[in-house]
């Protein structure tokens, strides 16, 4: 009864790559500018969705699928055979996950205006059940794609592959304990192929992690844990790509990389940045406005 | 008697659980909350905000909240633990299970955004199946109320019942019918709509519904019996048999799987007493997807229309 | 047919799955297997053994185990990830659902010493909901062997079905009885005794006492049916309806609460069909305790005799 | 059905207050050694049940439950109003408990024989559904009792009693990432009431901790979390109750307190001592014989 409403339409792999090679035409920085476009677009048409954590993170997403990421958005395989894969474990990022996706070449970008919406391929938190290309697996339930991940890799293990497993997660997200279930997994059984990014904005739904749940001393975390661990920029898209490279190469050290990136939540938009209050609400038409009056159109939008 | 229950304006059912917190707040000292990271959705912070000292924030973490809550019952204190209810129940299951239930600790187990009216969320934070999760669970008290005052009135009924309970409640503005000052008894069904052709069993969301396609039925000369099945279990099984043999027709509606849900525990209850042909409404094993509210309880069909047919459909087949 | 089945000697169900994993092995390379902390338990040491770099010892943390497994089984891998039945079900519910269920991976979940029967070390370990948890999930395949040999069968027979499955299975030696080369066809109920008077639908370890519960029935001159539901989901739902229909009296036969198990399913099922006069024989609201898996069967009543009695009452019934 | 098969009988509290104070006569050491009789025993007459790490804890408990924590057998309650509280979350060290239990004098030692038959209080994971006193709270579903104590602690710190909450963990318990949680938690809201032990043996069921799941430097993990840690020798009682005291004393500093007690698995008989083989297995007759030569009989047997 459900899925005979979903949006079936498979736009052809020819016309995927044109869109892919054109937006790859452009500067990052441009196409970090489209995204937050679409994102903040995209949640105001839904008037649902997370707009704080997908701003944050979008140079994250940025510089690993316009670069550093070893994809083919025009022959993807649920599977992810031979290639990099990446998990969103914070399923609520989905804004920013959809548009990157819809910008690589995954599915059109018009499908961006679904999102939310009842039979909607673009699920509220993503979902596999429709087939959208580019997600591997459902998320929103917070604290299992890292545990995802170590599966994952370990089938690039034995496969003999050595493509990487890429996973984003929120810093609220790590007061999961699964995550430290899969970390200890991880470093056990030395899964280096794994590169995880925590958006670390230092908030979540109802306030600062410090007042929230503390996180304390992130960083010593993930070292006793096992893990490399490096704390850049992450809205320098610079630093980015150069972490992660530096996360590649150090991969035969045996130990799984957490790339712990300082963020602002709701970045470049003057009235959500710093505060937990957009964690996950929509701007309404005036708000929306004034979003997208601070944040330049480059690819045009959807 | 067939009284008529009128909508007083529609509200959301968290907020009568955030109002009747933030009361027993005042009156009882020992009663404490906790959340993991959703104060504002669970409508907890007119408590926090009053009573600080006895608010705490446990982050993202809801085993350790549930853990936590039953160490402060153990010690004492009346705790009330909430969350969406699917990481109050499925995420958590075990640690209800062994904690609380079988520990028989005197925590209060707070679900908001239940069912598909969760809405835009979508599946991962749609449970559908919290009832049958929480129903299995010995020493466990399970109640789903039908509106902001019943579930003021039962928020405060389970602070003076010494057990543990699962209290359910919704997330979208709905129909407020019920009387405000109607004292919440536990395990005590309330007949809505007194009928003689067909009886209906519902459940939180769906009592205004039933209610309305008692309406309509009536309108085509069929009398429905409405009965608002508010505490799942202890389930009032004298009420359900006597209105069942009456009427002879069996109806059941709830915003839940068929599996494990209220249909099936009545349709347990009947086949050992008196077998009813019964009709289900309720969603046949499919996971929710993002929509708004009312636009989703139709396309499950968990609304009056769906009601009218399947009564009609269980008398039929008497 | 009256098939005289006869106990080839008692071995446990939990052996059959160690055997037919290892078998599987052998004969398949993308088959890998998980276990948390109980590798002998879950009889996995013939697989660990020969297969090392196919088997993933993931200690204490069955939440990560089921996520493991989910991101084995997207990228092409068949993992089997197996712990004590509460431990890959009420522990890890939430984790079943998201990463298993939803996301459609081809996990086999393998659940040992599930029920009662799992003995001594008592509530806090004997799931008796498990069926009720596994079955209200979308997309997943609830299986519940009746002895060594089903369980054999039945592991080989998941590996081919490309989806996420529960495999239920149990502790003790109990009686083997089933053909050892038979084939096992997922969600095909299996007639073990024709009978005209009463209809047993009965899953695990309570199909050999259905056997033995008819033969005493028939000494008696009663005609008893015993249907072995090794499927629960999806269930046989023809089987069922048409020996309902042919006898008129149904008892429900299960290592399980009441709440959530067979009964429940079937009940409902038959009150949407033909309401017939059904009676339980399960476990009715209470956890478990400590004792020796036979004495806690006689304890709780779940043998031939409580099924002997159930079927009188039902007959009595109809 | 069940319930009416209990032993119920409540010895009067008159009764209990002569064992304990007799038992308190005896050296530390001395009650240990009885206990350890106690459980091979219970587990040889049941048949099951976890000699391993119940003898690697002894120690442990004999310093806590004799020397170090305030608590009154005679007059026991659940809630543990005014008093210290003990939560077992490796409920499977459930013979330890209650031959300690029993040994100071909350219930007839007696009734050790009971243990794991059908009807007994002594259920194979403590449990409370029979209202064996002692027992607050039911464990053997590992990971929550560190949660419980948490939630206990907090009780203290409203009702401003400076009692302490302990809690006994497992090494392989740690694994759960429910543990982590609490960890946090307790930093978080800064539960220095909380004294909390893991029994170090180095062993879970399938084998060394570091062959299943190695828990790395488990210390800098407590530590990155917010706690206090200790490291002391888990078989020596005076270095126990140094231990305990010590974090009594810190108490003020704001942080929980994690006791890392180096034990070794099946301590003090030959054949179980330092494997992960006795983890959960009942010894035979002649192995029951032969693990009783090995250990004094002080206090007199059950
Ligand atoms: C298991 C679980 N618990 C609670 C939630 C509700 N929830 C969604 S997002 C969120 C906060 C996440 O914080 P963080 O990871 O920091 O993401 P950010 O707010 O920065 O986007 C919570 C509590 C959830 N989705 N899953
Ligand atoms: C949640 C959960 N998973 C698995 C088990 C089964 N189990 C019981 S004891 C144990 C090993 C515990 O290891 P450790 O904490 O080191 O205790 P020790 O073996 O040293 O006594 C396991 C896996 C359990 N009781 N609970
Ligand atoms: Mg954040
Ligand atoms: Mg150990």
């Not at chain 1, 020819?14 to 677009?41: C, F, W």
């Not at chain 2, 008529?4 to 109002?19: L, Q, V, Y």
């Not at chain 2, 067909?198 to 309509?216: D, K, M, P, R, Y």
Request: proline share 4%.
């Amino acid at each position: 009864m459900v899925l005979s409403l979903s949006i079936r339409e498979q736009k052809k792999s020819k016309n995927r790559k044109i869109i892919t090679i054109m937006t790859h035409n452009y500067p990052l920085g441009e196409i970090a500018s489209q995204v937050r476009r679409d994102i903040v677009r995209m949640v105001n048409l839904a008037a649902s969705g997370h707009p704080g954590g997908s701003l944050s993170s979008t140079e994250i997403m940025t510089a690993l699928f316009f670069s550093e990421m070893n994809h083919n958005p025009a022959n993807w395989r649920r599977d992810g055979k031979g290639k990099d894969m990446f998990f969103l474990s914070a399923g609520h990022l989905s804004p920013v996950f959809y548009s990157i996706l819809a910008r690589s070449g995954y599915f059109p970008v018009s499908e961006l205006a679904s999102f939310r919406k009842l039979g909607s391929r673009l699920q509220g938190h993503p979902s596999v059940e429709r087939g959208l290309p580019g997600v591997h697996m459902a998320s929103g339930s917070l604290g299992q794609g890292l545990s995802v991940a170590c599966g994952a890799a370990l089938t690039k293990r034995i496969e003999g592959e050595n493509n990487f497993i890429y996973v984003l997660m929120g810093d609220g997200e790590s007061q999961e304990g699964q995550v430290w279930e899969a970390a200890m997994f991880a470093a056990h059984h030395k899964l280096s192929n794994i590169i995880a990014f925590t958006d670390w904005n230092g908030q979540q739904i109802d306030g600062p992690n410090e007042k929230v749940m503390s996180l304390g001393d992130l960083e010593a975390k993930w070292r006793a844990f096992g893990w490399d661990v490096v704390v850049a920029d992450g809205h320098d898209i610079e630093a980015i790509k150069a972490v992660i490279r530096g996360a590649k190469e150090a991969s035969a050290d045996g130990k799984p990389k957490m790339l712990l990136m300082k963020t602002e939540m709701g970045k470049e938009v003057d009235f959500m940045q710093g505060t937990h209050h957009w964690h996950g609400k929509a701007p309404n038409a005036e708000q929306t406005e004034k979003a997208l009056s601070q944040l330049k159109e480059t690819i045009g939008d959807f | 008697m067939r009284e008529i229950f009128e909508n007083s304006g529609n509200k959301d059912t968290r907020s009568g659980f955030g109002a009747g917190l933030h009361e027993l707040g005042k009156t009882n000292k020992d009663i404490v909350a906790l959340c993991a990271d959703l104060t504002g959705s669970l409508k907890m912070d007119a408590f926090a905000a009053e009573f600080p000292e006895r608010f705490i924030q446990c982050g993202i973490a809801e085993a350790n909240m549930i853990g936590t809550a039953a160490g402060l019952a153990v010690s004492g204190k009346i705790p009330f633990a909430g969350s969406f209810a699917e990481f109050v129940t499925g995420r958590v299951y075990d640690q209800v299970r062994q904690s609380v239930a079988y520990s028989e600790t005197n925590v209060k187990i707070c679900a908001s955004h239940a069912g598909i009216t969760l809405g835009e969320d979508g599946a991962t934070h749609q449970t559908m199946e919290d009832i049958g999760l929480m129903r299995m669970l010995p020493n466990l008290t399970v109640i789903n109320p039908c509106d902001y005052n019943q579930t003021k009135a039962a928020t405060i009924a389970i602070a003076d019942h010494h057990g543990p309970v699962y209290l359910r409640f919704g997330r979208p503005s709905v129909p407020n019918f019920t009387p405000a000052n109607q004292k919440f008894e536990i395990g005590k069904a309330l007949l809505m709509v007194e009928g003689a052709d067909v009886s209906i069993f519902a459940t939180g969301h769906l009592v205004w519904e039933a209610i309305q396609a008692a309406n309509i039925l009536k309108g085509e000369g069929i009398s429905a019996e409405v009965v608002n099945i508010h505490t799942i279990k202890p389930l009032d099984k004298k009420a359900v048999i006597e209105s069942a043999a009456k009427t002879g027709a069996v109806v059941t509606a709830e915003e839940h799987l068929i599996a494990g849900g209220l249909g099936e525990l009545i349709a347990g209850l009947l086949t050992r007493e008196k077998p009813t042909p019964q009709e289900f409404v309720a969603v046949d094993d499919l996971f929710g997807q993002s929509g708004e509210p009312a636009d989703l309880m139709r396309e499950y069909k968990l609304n009056a229309e769906s009601i009218v047919s399947a009564a009609k459909r269980a008398i039929a087949r008497k």
